[in-house]
C-alpha cells in the first residue's frame, strides 16, 4: 500500500512539473496580410464558481530564480498598484478536469487585462482557453475584489501559427467592470535599456502569494526585453511596469541567465489601444431615450473622441449599450432617419417612459405644434384647427425631466393626427 501511494505521488508531481518551452524563432515581422489582432468567439463555459478549490496547476513555460532570490512578498494587495495585478486561472480543453494553467495578468482598463499570449492559448493544451478566471489582488486564497470571468481573447496577429517571444502577448475581456473596483495601469512603449521597472506576479513556487522585485532592463532586441529580476513559472503575463505605474514590458520567458518579454513598441501600444477600447459587453436593445443632463457630450467612438454637446430632452433611439474601457455604459444613439449620431452615456439619458390613457380629450390651446414621432421632428403641422374639439388619446410618453408628449388620433378609429404636448389636453 504504501507503495502505491508513492507511484501516485510521484505521478502528481510530474504533472504538477510539466514545463513547456517556446522555441523563440527570432521572427518579429508580420505578414502584411494579418488581421488587426486575432479574435476568438465567446468562451462556450462562461460560468463561474465563487469557490476557488484546490486544484493542480500546471505552467508552460520556463522562467527562472537567476542567482540569490531577491523577489519581496507583498503582504498587502489592496495597496495601489499590486491591486491591478491579477492571478489568473485559464483551463484548456486538453487539460484534464480540474487542471489549469496559473498565469499573471494586469488590468489595463475596467474590463480588459493584459497578458502573456501563451497564458490563454497553447496548442500543446487543445488551444485556446474556454474558461478564464481572473483575480485582483489576489493573497493567498483571499480574493478582496472578488472574481471576474473571461469572456473574449485577443492575440497579436500571426501568434498561433508562430509563437515568438515579441509576439507573446494578449488581452483578456471580462464579462464585468472589475477594474472600478481596483483602477489599472496605462501602457507606455518607452522601454530602454537602463529603464528601471518592476515586476509583480503570481509565481507558482509563492503558493498564491504576490511577489514583487525591481531592476534593470538589460538589453532590447527584435521585439524582447531581458532582464535579472527573478521569477518562475506562474508570473508570465506579469506587466513590468516604470516608477509612473506604467507598463512597458509583458513578461513571458526566462532561462539560468536572465528572463525576458516582450516590448510594447509603438504598433504594439497601438493594438493595445485597439483591445482596451473595444467592448465585448454589449447589449442590443431598442428604445427610445431622451438626454436630461444640460451638458451632454456625444462622442464617435469609445476612444472618446468628440463631436458636439447634446442639449437636455433631445431624443434618440438608442440601439445597444456598451461598457466602455472606463467602466461606464454608454448608448450608441441614432436620430430619427436612423443615421448614427455616435455614443452617449447612459447616465445622461433617461428612457422614454409610456402609460395608457386610451380616452377621449379636449384640446385647450389654440396654437401649438404637432409632431410626426417622439424626435420632434419633422412637424406635422399645428393644432389650430382642433381647438377646443374632442380627441382620442391612447398613451402618454414622459421623459426624466417631466415633459409629456401624448399621442393623439382624431376619433377612437380615426387617423393619427400627431404627439402632442400634454398640457395641450384635458
Not at 260 to 279: A, H, M, Q, V
Not at 369 to 392: C, E
Request: contains cysteine; charged residues 15%.
Amino acid at each position: 500500500m504504501k507503495h502505491v501511494k508513492t507511484v501516485i505521488l510521484a505521478i502528481l508531481a510530474v504533472l504538477v512539473a510539466i514545463v513547456l518551452v517556446v522555441k523563440f524563432t527570432g521572427q518579429t515581422n508580420l505578414p502584411n496580410n494579418e488581421q488587426k489582432h486575432e479574435e476568438v468567439p465567446n468562451f462556450l463555459d462562461p460560468k463561474l464558481s465563487h469557490e476557488l478549490p484546490q486544484t493542480l496547476t500546471i505552467t508552460n513555460v520556463s522562467e527562472t530564480v537567476i542567482g540569490h532570490d531577491s523577489r519581496t512578498i507583498i503582504n498587502n494587495t489592496k495597496a495601489f498598484p499590486y491591486r491591478t495585478i491579477v492571478y489568473i486561472r485559464a483551463y484548456l480543453p486538453g487539460l484534464a478536469y480540474g487542471m489549469f494553467l496559473q498565469g499573471t495578468g494586469t488590468l489595463i482598463g475596467a474590463e480588459t487585462v493584459l497578458t502573456a499570449g501563451h497564458v490563454v492559448y497553447d496548442a500543446k493544451y487543445g488551444g485556446y482557453a474556454n474558461r478564464i478566471v481572473v483575480i485582483p489582488g489576489y493573497n493567498r486564497k483571499a480574493a478582496p475584489y472578488g472574481t471576474a470571468n473571461g469572456n473574449h481573447i485577443y492575440l497579436v496577429p500571426g501568434y498561433t501559427a508562430n509563437p515568438t517571444y515579441a509576439a507573446d502577448m494578449a488581452a483578456i475581456k471580462l464579462s464585468t467592470g472589475i477594474g472600478t473596483k481596483t483602477g489599472w495601469l496605462a501602457t507606455s512603449p518607452t522601454s530602454q535599456v537602463g529603464s528601471h521597472v518592476t515586476l509583480s506576479g503570481y509565481s507558482g513556487d509563492l503558493n498564491g502569494a504576490l511577489g514583487s522585485m525591481s531592476g534593470s532592463v538589460a538589453n532590447l532586441e527584435n521585439g524582447v526585453a531581458t532582464y535579472a529580476i527573478d521569477t518562475t513559472p506562474g508570473a508570465s503575463g506579469s506587466g513590468l511596469y516604470n516608477e509612473h505605474n506604467q507598463i512597458e514590458i509583458v513578461h513571458n520567458f526566462g532561462n539560468s541567465g536572465y528572463n525576458g518579454g516582450s516590448i510594447i513598441t509603438p504598433e504594439r501600444n497601438n493594438l493595445i489601444s485597439y483591445w482596451k477600447t473595444t467592448s465585448s459587453n454589449v447589449k442590443y436593445i431598442n428604445r427610445q431615450v431622451y438626454v436630461t443632463a444640460k451638458s451632454t457630450v456625444r462622442y464617435a467612438n469609445l476612444n472618446f473622441k468628440r463631436l458636439s454637446m447634446i442639449s437636455a430632452n433631445t431624443v434618440y433611439a438608442a440601439r445597444q449599450t456598451t461598457m466602455a474601457y472606463n467602466g461606464q455604459t454608454y448608448y450608441s444613439v441614432y436620430n430619427s432617419k436612423n443615421v448614427f449620431m455616435g455614443f452617449a452615456n447612459r447616465s445622461a439619458c433617461k428612457t422614454v417612459n409610456a402609460s395608457k390613457i386610451y380616452r377621449m380629450m379636449r384640446i385647450r390651446v389654440r396654437n401649438d405644434k404637432r409632431y410626426s414621432n417622439l424626435f420632434l421632428d419633422p412637424v406635422n403641422g399645428t393644432i389650430g384647427s382642433y381647438y377646443n374639439r374632442n380627441v382620442y388619446v391612447t398613451r402618454k410618453f414622459t421623459n426624466g425631466n417631466g415633459r409629456a408628449f401624448d399621442a393623439v388620433y382624431t376619433s377612437r378609429t380615426g387617423s393619427f393626427l400627431g404627439y402632442i404636448k400634454s398640457t395641450d389636453l384635458v
